[in-house]
C-alpha cells in the first residue's frame, strides 16, 4: 500500500513532503491531516532541514477534502468539529513552525487545499494551475482559515465573489491577485521551486524563521478566532437537507 504521505529529504537542506493519494486527485482526509500535521512538526526540528516543498504526486496538488469519508449516513455536529479541528491543526502548523514552506501547486487546488496552500510562505504554479473555494458548491463555509488569508489578500468584494460563485481561478490571475508567486510551465515548475528553495537556504535559517514568526503573530490572533468560528459553523451546515442532497450527487460522480 502506498503511503498517503511521504517525505524527500535532499542533501541541500530541501525536503519536500508529498500528499501522496493521485488515484484520487489526493483528496485529503482528516487521517491525512494529522499525518501533514506530524511531519511538518518533524521536518521543523530536523536541523538538517532549512525549507519545505509542500506538493502533491502527479499531475494535481489536491482535489481538497475527501467527500467520501463521511459515509453515506454523514457525520453528526460532533463528529464534524473533530474532523474539521484536523484540518485547521494543519492550517497552524504551517503557519507556527519556524521553517518556510513553499506550497509547489500543479493541476487543480481545490477548497481545503487552495486554503493549505494559502496557509504556506510562499507559493510556486504552473501555467495549468486551477484554483477554486468551492466550499458553497457543496453546501459549506469556506473553511481552513481562508475566510482570513483571502480577503487580506484580495479584499472582501473579491474574496465573496469567488465564494458565492466558486469560479475557477487560474495562474494568470492568481499572480494578479497576489496568491501566486511565481508562474512556471508545468515541466519546469520542480526545478524552478527546488531553485528559489535552494536561494532560501543560503540565507540565515533563524534570521528566516524569525522574520516568518513575527509576521505570522500578526495574522494568528484572527485566524485562531476565525477558524475556531469555522469549527462550529460548518458541521451545523452538513446537518441540512440541501448538504445531504449535494454530497448524495458528489459520492455518485
Known amino acids: 500500500m502506498m ?10 537542506g530541501i525536503a519536500f513532503l508529498v500528499i501522496n493519494k493521485p488515484q484520487r486527485k489526493n483528496a485529503i482526509s482528516g487521517p491525512m491531516m494529522d499525518l501533514l500535521s506530524d511531519a511538518l512538526l518533524k521536518l521543523d526540528a530536523d536541523d538538517e532541514v532549512r525549507v519545505i516543498i509542500l506538493k502533491g504526486e502527479g499531475d494535481n496538488f489536491s482535489a481538497g477534502g475527501d467527500l467520501k469519508q463521511g459515509g453515506p449516513e454523514g457525520l453528526s455536529v460532533e463528529q464534524g468539529r473533530k474532523l474539521l479541528k484536523k484540518y485547521i491543526r494543519t492550517i497552524q502548523t504551517l503557519q507556527q513552525i519556524g521553517k518556510p514552506v513553499i506550497a509547489m501547486v500543479d493541476g487543480w487546488a481545490v477548497g481545503g487545499a487552495m486554503s493549505m496552500a494559502l496557509a504556506c510562505d510562499i507559493i510556486y ?12 458548491k457543496v453546501g459549506i463555509i469556506p473553511e481552513m482559515g481562508v475566510m482570513m488569508f483571502l480577503p487580506q489578500l484580495i479584499g472582501p468584494y473579491r474574496a465573496k465573489e469567488l465564494w458565492f460563485t466558486g469560479r475557477v481561478v487560474g495562474a494568470e490571475e492568481a499572480y494578479k491577485m497576489g496568491f501566486a508567486n511565481k508562474i512556471l510551465p508545468a515541466e ?29 503573530s ?18 451545523f451546515c452538513t446537518q441540512t437537507a440541501e448538504y445531504k442532497e449535494i454530497i448524495a450527487k458528489f459520492t455518485k460522480k
Open 3 to 12: 503511503e498517503d504521505i511521504y517525505v524527500n529529504k535532499r542533501n541541500d
Open 125 to 136: 504554479v504552473s501555467e495549468r494551475v486551477k484554483f477554486t473555494s468551492n466550499f458553497l
Open 188 to 216: 519546469e515548475l520542480e526545478e524552478g521551486t527546488i531553485a528559489f528553495a535552494q536561494e532560501i537556504a543560503t540565507v540565515s535559517a533563524m534570521s528566516v524563521q524569525i522574520t516568518k514568526g513575527i509576521t505570522n
Open 218 to 235: 500578526t495574522m494568528n490572533p484572527m485566524l485562531n478566532l476565525v477558524m475556531d468560528a469555522e469549527s462550529t459553523a460548518s458541521p
